[in-house]
């Protein structure tokens, strides 16, 4: 009986080791991510949306951002691209976001997408949850040794291939962007698999390879983060090529 209950005991207090902190990052950073909502949307493919107050989203979190007023409308106006709509003879509605289906956010609030503890669960760890494996690209060296276009193609890459990595790439240097634009096709790939990802995106950044900061944004199938294979849109960030810092759309804390 003395030897069962030692045993009993050392399990438990493994267990609080290896699981009870894992468990209590886990609180804290469900806590950090899904702020009090004004309002709360099931939607019909199983995500929950929280409305939060525009003046309470994740961004204001940032010590440089506490007290910041929000610009509603840009300082500098891009050209607008007339795109033709087909005419099909339907009238009906096309819905942008499946969620909206079953309500929206009041005015003042915005939509965001409520993270749960499976979501969590299946990064390595709560600290690594929507963030990027630190990568280092080597094309990004030779477009820097370039001052116009630079394509890339089969042809020009010279050095290895991560295994199972496809990537097409094309580049475009040049000085003081403000901003940008790109029309995407988007795609539901029909097989990704759990540890890996799909997307087609635009990313701006500057620096060198190995410390460039970037701005991207497209539509990813990224069952890691999301658990499931949908097409998504997203959006990603980092100031250290991905080292430390970044993640995607909202999942920083």
Excluded at 40 to 51: A, H, L, N, P, Q
Excluded at 58 to 73: C, S, V, Y
Excluded at 132 to 159: C, M, V, W
Aim: net charge positive; aromatic share 10%.
């Amino acid at each position: 009986m003395r030897l069962f209950l030692v045993f009993a005991i050392l399990c438990g207090l493994y267990y609080n080791e290896a699981y009870g902190k894992g468990s209590l990052d886990i609180d804290i950073k469900l806590k950090a991510l899904n702020k009090p909502a004004l309002k709360t949307i099931k939607s019909e493919d199983g995500d929950i949306i929280d409305c939060i107050d525009i003046y309470k989203q994740h961004a204001f979190d940032h010590p440089a951002l506490r007290n910041q007023k929000i610009q509603m409308k840009p300082s500098i106006e891009f050209g607008t691209k007339k795109t033709t709509i087909p005419n099909n003879g339907s009238s009906e509605q096309i819905t942008s976001q499946i969620w909206s289906k079953s309500g929206n956010c009041p005015k003042g609030t915005i939509p965001v997408r409520r993270v749960s503890r499976e979501d969590i669960s299946r990064a390595s760890s709560p600290s690594h949850f929507g963030r990027k494996t630190p990568h280092r690209y080597s094309f990004l060296d030779k477009a820097l040794q370039h001052k116009g276009n630079f394509n890339i193609t089969a042809e020009k890459i010279t050095h290895a291939r991560p295994k199972l990595r496809s990537e097409a790439v094309l580049i475009a240097l040049g000085f003081n962007f403000i901003g940008a634009q790109s029309d995407i096709n988007v795609w539901n790939p029909p097989r990704v698999q759990a540890s890996d990802y799909s997307s087609a995106q635009i990313w701006l950044l500057g620096g060198l390879s190995d410390t460039f900061e970037s701005i991207e944004a497209g539509w990813a199938v990224n069952p890691r983060v999301f658990g499931d294979s949908r097409t998504r849109l997203f959006t990603y960030w980092t100031k250290d090529g991905y080292t430390k810092t970044g993640c995607v759309n909202l999942l920083y804390s």
